[in-house]
């Protein structure tokens, strides 16, 4: 794309497995996931959406590899899906804050542009076979990181779906068995709630 004019989208997300659509497969071992389901309750084309959500993104990830393509297209519509993978694996508070204040600061950098997220559920207490002690680390985790999410999307102004206390996040049948992707089921609720908070949001290009 860089060198010549930059390619316009009604919808671009960036983020992990979470924007990617995993739980929710197609028959090809491909996946659906909130996404196009957003897109199409806004009417919005599929082909007007670019979604760089890809399996085990981090905040830096995003960062590195997902921030410069958005740099290069046109899109009134930007979501951002990540955050999971830096509580659970490698944590480091300040450069998952950092990074996220760069993601949100780029997002929300063009006038006009809506941007929109959502925090991060209870995965800890659904992830089969962890240890209570590491489930109440990780949940401590999880708290700080929605708490400062909050605030960082009040300050720069970004929609924020609040899936930790959705009430899909209580219902089993919303969740994947591995306990950290939605479902199918879930992937459709979350796109209903998720269009609903983008009511009125301009998706022209």
Do not use: K
Not at 50 to 75: I, R, Y
Not at 93 to 99: E, S
Not at 165 to 177: G, H, R, V
Request: proline share 7%; with cysteine.
């Amino acid at each position: 794309m860089s060198g010549g004019a930059r390619r316009e989208y009604a919808m671009v997300v960036l983020g992990d497995s979470f924007a990617e659509g995993r739980g929710d497969p197609r028959p090809d071992g491909t996946f659906v996931g909130w996404v196009p389901r957003v897109a199409r309750l806004l009417g919005i084309d599929e082909a007007a959406v670019l979604n760089l959500g890809a399996f085990g993104a981090t905040t830096q990830d995003v960062v590195d590899a997902q921030l410069p393509a958005v740099a290069e297209v046109t899109t009134p519509l930007l979501g951002v899906a990540v955050g999971g993978n830096d509580l659970v694996r490698a944590y480091d508070r300040d450069g998952m804050r950092a990074n996220l204040r760069t993601i949100f600061e780029v997002a929300t950098a063009v006038p006009g542009r809506t941007v929109f997220t959502h925090d991060y559920p209870d995965i800890p207490g659904r992830i089969p076979g962890l240890p209570a002690p590491t489930v109440a680390l990780l949940r401590e985790r999880f708290a700080d990181a929605n708490e400062h999410l909050a605030q960082l999307c009040d300050e720069l102004g970004v929609r924020r779906y609040a899936l930790a206390t959705a009430d899909l996040t209580d219902d089993p049948s919303m969740w994947y068995p591995d306990g950290i992707h939605p479902s199918a089921l879930g992937h459709r609720t979350i796109a209903v709630e998720i269009a609903a908070m983008l009511a009125g949001a301009d998706v022209r290009r």
